[in-house]
Nanobody, 127 residues
């Protein structure tokens, strides 16, 4: 069992930045592919970014490409989402997710592919 705890959300003006963190209860996040998802009110969850457990492969949704960066520090059991140039449409609850995998290079972009989820952190971007 892996417990994930997100932090770093908050209220920011458009154009600002936030850095989300996802701390895992496991002694290491090695062998876990990680993803960040978000869900806005009245909308379906959507993948924002994903990363293989090695960190060598990443995916970004078109809507955040060039603005968001996913990174991980397996030794600290933490995954990050750096969000720059935030827009009001980025407002949502952001969740991190983890999936045990034997693949060093594969990332996962569907929510049903992940086994563990955090409780979410609210990000609100004002115009």
């Amino acid at each position: 069992q892996v417990r994930l705890v997100e932090s770093g959300g908050g209220l920011v003006q458009a154009g600002g930045s936030l850095r989300l963190s996802c701390a895992a209860s496991k002694s290491t996040l090695s062998y876990y592919a990680m993803g960040w998802f978000r869900q806005a009110p009245g909308k379906e969850p959507e993948v924002v970014a994903a990363m293989s457990w090695s960190g060598g492969s990443t995916y970004y949704a078109d809507s955040v490409k060039g603005r968001f960066t996913i990174s991980r520090d397996n030794a600290k059991n933490t995954v990050y989402l750096q969000m720059n140039s935030l827009k009001p449409e980025d407002t949502a609850v952001y969740y991190c997710a983890a999936r045990l995998t034997s693949s060093r290079t594969y990332y996962y972009t569907s929510d049903h592919e992940y086994q563990y989820w955090g409780q979410g952190t609210q990000v609100t971007v004002s115009s």
